[in-house]
Each structure stands twice: as structure tokens, then as C-alpha cells.
């Protein structure tokens, strides 16, 4: 087991370049799917509930993505040596692009696709708004996902990157005002998590041991 573990560390480190290529593929192929659902909507309307189906489960895998962008960091501040959580920090970048790809299209195929005007966009529900909040944060970090704004940013980027986590309070306030659903344990464990493994940094770094901090 520990032999297979290895082999698997190992080929997402040797063939980094080939699955950053997939990535792409993938963010190709989910924008061509967004267009070709407004031009096959415009011939037809039995297609519209066929692609809002398909806008249903992108809003799921934005959600599945975003809570695994944010495990390594969470792991990281809790101390804990997985080899999964280092492949994921390897491709948190891409995966961060892919879940903001996902919202994107989530958003395009359950409400815009069905705008009959332009007021309708600003005829929100709360949990719509909370979306639309979310979204407008995380596109920033989305354009910023790039090696130049690094470089361009430096100290600013990662500040600018630590908005992911109001975010994810906008995120679960998004689905939490819809229903109570697994979606909604899910970004609420996120954010237990994640308070606890900032608690633990804290606590780390401000122990004292007869007065002194260690």
C-alpha cells in the first residue's frame, strides 16, 4: 500500500505538465458547452431544461471544488503529512481556476440562460445575492491565479488571496438560504475547520511556558 502511494505521489509530480494540460482542456471544453447552450436555447426551448440540469450539478462541482482548494491549507496550519493533501497543494492553483469556471457556468445555466430582460438579472432572492457576492470576490482572485500577478503583487497577492475565506461565508450563506441540504453541512464543516486550524496556529504561536512565549 505504502509502495502504490508512492507511485501515485510520484506520477502527479512527473507529469505535472500533462495534467495542467487536462486542466486546460477542461476549462476549454466547459466554456464551449456554456456557449452552445445559449445558441441551441435560441432554436428551442426544450433545451433549456436540459442545460439548467447540467447548471445544477456545475454549482455542486464548484462547491466540491472549492472545499478541496481550501483542504491543504487547512491541513497545513493543523500540522498534518498527507501525501493527498500535498498533491492537492500542488494543483490548488488549477483547481481554484476550475471551481471558478464551475461557478461561472453554474450561474449561466440556472440564471441567465432564462433572463427574459435585463431587469430580471436584478430580481434577486437573498441567497442569488449572496451568490453574486461571492462570485464578484472570487473573481478577483481568479484573474490574479497567474504567475505575473504574482511577481507584480508579491506581498499584495496574498493578501489580496486571503479574501477566499470571506468568500466562504457568502458561499454558505448562498446555499444555506436555499435549504438545508448536505451542501450546506458541507461548507459549514468548511468553516468549523477552518476556524479551528487558525485557533490552532494562534495557540501555537502565542503558548507561554512560565511567562516567556516558547
Known amino acids: 500500500m505504502l509502495g502504490l502511494t508512492e507511485n501515485i505521489n510520484k506520477f502527479f509530480i512527473v507529469k505535472r505538465s500533462v495534467i495542467i494540460f487536462v486542466f486546460k482542456i477542461i476549462y476549454f471544453l466547459l466554456v464551449i458547452f456554456v456557449i452552445s447552450a445559449f445558441l441551441f436555447s435560441n432554436f428551442s426551448n426544450k433545451y433549456l431544461l436540459f442545460f439548467n440540469s447540467y447548471g445544477v450539478y456545475f454549482g455542486k462541482g464548484a462547491l466540491v471544488t472549492f472545499i478541496i482548494t481550501l483542504l491543504p491549507g487547512i491541513g497545513e496550519r493543523l500540522m498534518i503529512k498527507n501525501q493527498f493533501l500535498s498533491i492537492l497543494k500542488i494543483y490548488r492553483r488549477y483547481l481554484g481556476i476550475l471551481m471558478y469556471i464551475l461557478a461561472i457556468a453554474h ?43 504574482v511577481s507584480y503583487l508579491r506581498i499584495n497577492w496574498y493578501r489580496l488571496h486571503r479574501f477566499i475565506y470571506l468568500a466562504m461565508f457568502f458561499i454558505f450563506l448562498h446555499v444555506a438560504l436555499q435549504r438545508l441540504s448536505i451542501w450546506t453541512i458541507l461548507m459549514g464543516l468548511l468553516i468549523i475547520l477552518q476556524i479551528i486550524s487558525f485557533a490552532t496556529v494562534y495557540r501555537r504561536t502565542h503558548s507561554f511556558t512560565g511567562g516567556r512565549p516558547l
Request: proline fraction near 0%.
Open 107 to 149: 450561474t449561466a445555466l440556472v440564471k441567465i440562460l432564462f433572463l427574459t430582460s435585463l431587469k430580471d438579472l436584478f430580481s434577486n432572492y437573498t441567497f442569488e445575492i449572496m451568490g453574486s457576492v461571492a462570485s464578484l470576490i472570487l473573481f478577483f482572485l481568479f484573474i490574479t491565479s497567474n504567475n505575473i500577478s
